[in-house]
């Protein structure tokens, strides 16, 4: 039977000290570093977009609790750095030929639609995507007509004293959440009228960050901790014990507007976990105390069940 394309060209390559690893989790970055500084050439295939895998969506490792992207990081810089690394993304490994020291990888590279050459991560390709944002149609009516006199009163004054530049954006958008304690769609509109800035962008920042929403919040904030320390100690037992408690699910408010309940992924206090913060004050709340807890929170009784943290 005749040879195959491949077949001929594994006959025709000769040995070579070059070594394919596929997968660029923490394990395949490690064991390229290793095999690149014992002099082999690594080719480091993954199908993600980048290199790290799992471990970069980490927030700590078990059971040391340590940080993982502390960990990762400057693995991910000298993999790229390192001479003896190709890195090859957004790939995969359809067809491996041939006998050891002598095999020929057929890789299928995915496209990116964007020139690696010319990329310096700015990211302003995925901010006017025009497939996750549609493009943007210039408003002609005037946004502040959505408001009332006082409320835009109220944003007036936010431009006298934050001013109307690009960088007022911020500041402006942690007033409103200050004053509403939310951010409402009508009025960050207004914000971008005014500053002259895509309502894209604003929407980006305002989504940006967990402190801001853009739903009305409950009276009162309670945020469960569920880092490693307080998951270990049982927070999600707890977590859906408040869950049945208020019938709400975690990022929900309850219908009497009362509570919005929130995950966290450490709260700095996990010597005492689990922990369940009501407001600015720290509980340690075990499983099957937060009835109690929340019972004297709401007949003002702040004194926690069990430990308050000092602040
Ligand atoms: S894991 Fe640190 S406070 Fe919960």
Redesign the pocket.
């Known amino acids: 039977m005749a040879a195959t394309r491949e077949e001929e060209i594994v006959e025709k390559t000769p040995v070579s000290g070059s070594v394919m690893v596929v997968g660029a989790g923490i394990s395949g970055i490690q064991s390229s570093l290793d095999l690149a500084d014992s002099g082999f050439k690594v080719y480091l295939v993954d199908k993600g977009l980048s290199i790290g895998g799992k471990m970069t969506q980490l927030d700590k490792t078990f059971p040391t609790n340590d940080c993982s992207m502390c960990i990762l990081a400057p693995k991910l810089v000298a993999t790229g750095r390192h001479p003896n690394i190709e890195i090859i993304t957004y790939s995969d490994l359809l067809k491996l030929d041939g006998d050891p020291g002598n095999f020929v990888a057929t890789i299928k590279k995915r496209a990116r639609s964007v020139d690696l050459s010319l990329c310096n991560g700015c990211g302003l390709c995925v901010e006017n995507c025009l497939v996750r944002y549609k493009p943007q149609i210039p408003e002609t009516r005037d946004a502040g007509l959505d408001l009332e006199r006082e409320e835009r009163e109220k944003v007036d004054d936010l431009f006298e004293v934050h001013g109307r530049e690009n960088e007022s954006l911020i500041p402006i958008i942690q007033s409103i959440n200050d004053e509403y304690g939310y951010l409402p769609k009508n009025i960050l509109r207004y914000v971008s009228q005014e500053l002259d800035i895509p309502f894209s962008q604003v929407y980006h920042v305002a989504t940006f960050y967990t402190s801001y929403s853009l739903e009305p919040r409950g009276k009162h904030t309670i945020k469960v ?1 569920m ?5 270990v100690r049982g ?1 999600p037992r707890v977590l859906d014990e408040i869950k049945r408690h208020l019938k709400i699910e975690a990022g929900e408010t309850t219908d009497d507007g009362l509570y919005t309940l929130e995950t966290v ?6 010597a005492i ?3 369940v913060v009501i407001n600015d004050d720290y509980y340690m709340v075990k499983p099957g105390e937060f009835a109690e807890t929340i019972e004297r929170f709401e007949k003002s009784d702040i004194s926690p069940v069990t430990t308050e943290v000092e602040k």
């Open positions: 901790c880092g490693t320390a307080c998951h927070s992924n450490c709260l700095g206090a996990c976990g689990p922990v």
